[in-house]
């Protein structure tokens, strides 16, 4: 039974497409663009959680004083406080990526298309070969989920990884691919 499917130009592209159609990655709200500290302050004061990052990012000013910083762009506020403020702004603009889920970390992958595996270079998964299937619950998924979970997982970084554990691929070479994730029963 076939699951979900991941395609691009890469094993790396496929894998990042299949993860992208799973769970949500890390990313800024489109909403959160401010560049100035006194529009970044009146967005977060505008909602709970604004202020619930200002509180945690340490800002701890009486009332008063956020009304006069709020009243007047130009006001004269301490680099420490702008630090504080922009932390909590961007702590507010960026969205955690959820973690990898463990149907695709133990998934039984399948890939289709131009692979190569050391000289042996061939079409998988069509009527004359099968796809190459990995086992996704014998590798090592530390790396490419702290890398998912930064933001910082690009297509060629996952392929790399993916095909750094020995006991999960055998180091093929992928070139135009399909990637199916199935289940486990």
């Known amino acids: 039974m076939a699951g979900p499917t991941g395609r691009g130009r890469s094993l790396g592209a496929a894998l990042n497409d299949l993860l992208r159609a799973q769970v949500t990655p890390r990313h800024r709200l489109s909403t ?32 008063d004083t956020l009304i006069k910083w709020l009243s007047d762009p130009e006001y004269n506020v301490r680099r420490s406080y702008r630090d504080l403020i922009h932390t909590a702004y961007e702590n507010v603009a960026i969205v955690p990526a959820d973690p990898i889920p463990d149907h695709v ?6 890939i289709s298309g131009l692979v190569k595996t050391g000289a042996d270079e061939r079409e998988r998964g069509n009527r004359r070969a099968a796809p190459l299937r990995i086992d996704g619950s014998r590798g090592d998924w530390s790396d490419i989920e702290a890398l998912w979970l930064a933001g910082d997982l690009r297509d060629d970084d996952f392929e790399d990884r ?6 999960l691929c055998g180091r093929p070479g992928v070139g135009d691919c399909q990637l199916v994730v199935t289940r486990s029963p």
Request: glycine share 10%; charged share 25%; with cysteine.
């Open 105 to 110: 970390k133990n998934g039984q992958f399948e």
């Open 32 to 63: 959160y663009s401010a560049k100035h500290w006194h529009a970044q302050l009146s967005q977060l004061t505008g909602t709970r959680r604004g202020y619930e990052a200002l509180e945690s990012a340490g800002l701890d000013v009486k009332s």
């Open 162 to 167: 993916f095909m750094e554990c020995p006991d």
